[in-house]
């Protein structure tokens, strides 16, 4: 979304705030700062990891005498990170007001997925050389066994540090953004499949691969696993819905509405790569 995808409650409370945050690495908006700063005319400082997690009472320790916001990025209470904000500043005694909105976890609906049969909500994290966590794949397992729907949420990169540089020059250097796309969460779910062999996915299991969701240009294709890894999704945030072995027929008439074409399928030379910025 962008600067206008907030509610009227929302926006009136954030004009009421004498100092606003935006927090900026569990998820993004399709609008930077500057454009928030002008049409809700007040500073915003960008919140990044280490701000939020290491330093929160810089957040809300004025806010016992005025009014603070903290914005969020789709509904407040959907990312523990900020769960853990709202305990710190009620502990201090300070009064805090939510006002929720709509996040990826409904959003998700307009691919026509019912959302009561979803199970877990699942996070896939980028695979590293030496580091490439799969508890996902149990949880997606559980979901199927229980003829649920799976929404994985796909990993991104924002304001992470570069270790190498820092071990071999001692300066602190941000790496540049990246965002996982569908086409990468794929790979590493068939990669964790091929370990693991126990059934869960495989090439031809059904899928909802989404981009950009909210937004004019969103993107939603349902096909096979195979079929959405040659799909490009174009720029971020991208999501990936997982489907149940049994969908009932008013899915099934919404899903044929987002099958992939075989015009849309690119080459495996032109396999999209994962967004950075």
């Known amino acids: ?57 810089s957040i809300y320790k004025n806010a016992k005498t005025t009014n603070v916001g903290f914005l969020v990025v789709g509904d407040p209470l959907c990312a523990t990170t900020h769960v853990d904000l709202m305990l710190r500043a009620r502990n201090e005694g300070i009064k805090v007001e939510i006002i929720h909105n709509t996040s990826v976890m409904g959003a998700v609906a307009s691919c026509g997925l019912q959302l009561y049969q979803y199970g877990y909500t699942v996070s896939i994290p980028f695979f590293e050389e030496n580091w490439k966590p799969s508890s996902f794949y149990d949880r997606i397992k559980y979901n199927k066994e229980g003829g649920m729907h799976t929404l994985c949420l796909l990993d991104i990169k924002v304001s992470e540090p570069d270790y190498e540089t820092m071990q071999r020059y001692g300066k602190v250097r941000l790496l540049p953004p990246r965002f996982m796309n569908v086409n990468t969460a794929i790979d590493q779910l068939l990669e964790v499949e091929a370990e693991k062999q126990q059934g869960v996915v495989s090439a031809d299991s059904l899928a909802v691969g989404m981009a950009r969701l909210g937004q ?13 890894r040659g799909l490009d999704f174009g720029a971020p945030l991208h999501c990936l819905a997982l489907c149940a072995s049994d969908i009932n027929p008013v899915e099934s008439e919404i899903l044929e509405n987002f099958r992939v074409r075989p015009e849309q399928l690119t080459g495996s030379e032109d396999r999209p790569r994962d967004q950075e910025a």
Do not use: H, W
């Open 1 to 57: 979304g962008d600067e206008k995808d907030i509610t009227v409650r929302g926006l009136e409370c954030v004009r009421s705030c004498s100092s606003l945050f935006l927090e900026y690495y569990t998820s993004v908006l399709g609008a930077d700062k500057n454009r928030l700063e002008e049409f809700y005319g007040i500073p915003i400082t960008v919140a990044d990891r280490n701000l939020v997690e290491l330093n929160a009472e």
């Open 216 to 228: 004019p240009s969103q993107m939603i294709a349902f096909g096979s696993l195979a079929e959405l």
